[in-house]
Structures are given as structure tokens and as C-alpha cells.
């Protein structure tokens, strides 16, 4: 079964850095999304992405972040300078047609900032 | 405010047992979808509803869509059913509404 992918599994870097996530949705999928997750916490909705454009974005989603699907099966996101509440576990979701599909996860990149 | 209210927030069983886990909503959804996330961190989609009911196996969603209110059952729990169980309002934009979840232990 198709299924996303995400590397690195796990980043540590430090603070002030830059990161990029990557994510490789099922290729057939429209809509692509990023979450977070803070140890203990619900998860997070950043970013939704279609038709190569941000369709939405939440307010953690300030300008030190940016999505980009650069070749059209990449999806990235980018911290650029990382901050210490940046530490969290990043999904990168995908979903073929909203209102009838199930979403699909990545396993997660689990990014420390140090 | 949360879009998405789930109930209980933990929830320990005895092997065997039924299960039940509970999700309100107050946004208007296209769909409503239950995830599984194993203490691994990895995220699971179980179902997609939009209406009545749906099983698989063990599990059984169903959803009441005047009410705004959907349902996790689980019959005759195991310890492998100890995950965090997720209720994601899907609006009618594409964009999701996740509750906190659900932890559940299943003890032998």
C-alpha cells in the first residue's frame, strides 16, 4: 500500500539553524498538510498545501516557516532559525480528495533544537 | 475554543472489555476521521465517516451527524489496542480539527 514519507526520522540541531523536513506524499494526493506535536501535547495543524499553492496556514505558521513541493513529489517545510519550542515531532500528511478519503500520515520527523 | 472535544481523556481496561470513546464537534465536517497514534509517535487512520456507522474487525465508529457527536467502540479490548486513539473533524475547507485524544491502556 502507498504510503507517505518523511526523513530525517530524527534532527537535532541547534538553535538559531536552519532545518528542512521532508516528506513524500502518495503520489496521487491533492491536498498536503504539516502538523506538529509537542511532547505530550494534541497535535497541531501548521500548513495545508494545494495545487501548489498554501491554502491555509495557523498562527504557529509565522515567517520563520515556509512549505515548498519543489519537484512535484517533495514536500518540504523549513524552519529557518530554530528556536527551542521549534522541538517537536513534525507529520506530514496527505489526502487525495478532501470529504471522502482517509488521511494518510507520515511517520514523523522528531526534530530537537538544542 | 476546541472544535473537537473528546471523552474520555484516559481510559484503563481490562483485557477484554468494551470500550468506549466519545468526540463532539461544533464546526460543520465533511467527514469525521478516528486515528490511532502508537506509542512509537506513528499516526493511523481507522475510519472515515461521514454518516451512520462503519467496522472493522474489533472497532466500530459510528457517528450521529444532528448531534455532532461521534463514537470509538472497541469489543473485547486487548493490550495491543493500548494506543492514543484521535478524533479529526475534517471541515469543509480540507482543514482538520483534532481533539487531544484518547490514551488507552489495556491491562492483561
Known amino acids: 500500500e502507498p504510503e507517505v514519507t518523511q526523513t530525517p526520522s530524527h534532527q537535532v540541531t541547534q538553535m538559531g539553524q536552519e532545518v528542512i523536513l521532508r516528506c513524500v506524499p502518495i503520489?496521487?494526493?491533492?491536498?498536503f498538510y504539516w502538523y506538529r506535536q509537542i511532547l505530550g501535547q494534541k497535535v497541531e495543524f501548521l500548513v495545508s498545501?494545494?495545487?501548489?499553492?498554501?491554502s491555509e496556514k495557523s498562527e504557529i505558521f509565522d515567517d520563520q516557516f515556509s512549505v515548498e513541493r519543489p519537484d512535484g513529489s517533495n514536500f518540504t517545510l523549513k524552519i529557518r532559525s530554530t528556536k527551542l519550542e521549534d522541538s517537536a515531532m513534525y507529520f506530514c500528511?496527505?489526502?487525495?480528495w478532501g470529504g471522502g478519503s482517509p488521511l494518510h500520515f507520515g511517520n514523523g520527523t522528531r526534530l530537537t533544537v538544542t | 475554543k476546541n472544535e473537537v472535544e473528546q471523552s474520555p481523556q484516559n481510559l484503563t481496561a481490562q483485557e477484554g472489555e468494551f470500550i468506549t470513546i466519545n468526540c463532539s464537534y461544533s464546526v460543520g465536517i465533511s467527514a469525521l476521521h478516528w486515528l490511532q497514534q502508537h506509542p512509537g509517535g506513528g499516526i493511523v487512520s481507522l475510519f472515515m465517516l461521514s454518516s451512520g456507522k462503519k467496522k472493522h474487525g474489533r472497532l466500530i465508529a459510528t457517528i450521529n451527524i444532528q448531534e455532532k457527536h461521534s463514537s470509538l467502540h472497541i469489543t473485547a479490548s486487548h493490550p495491543r489496542d493500548s494506543a492514543v486513539y484521535i478524533c479529526?473533524?475534517?471541515?469543509?475547507?480540507?482543514?482538520?480539527?483534532f481533539g487531544t485524544g484518547t490514551s488507552l491502556t489495556v491491562i492483561p
Open positions: 500528511a496527505s489526502i487525495w
Open positions: 498545501f494545494y495545487n501548489n499553492e498554501i
Open positions: 503520489s496521487n494526493h491533492l491536498y
Open positions: 479529526a473533524a475534517e471541515g469543509t475547507g480540507n482543514q482538520f480539527y
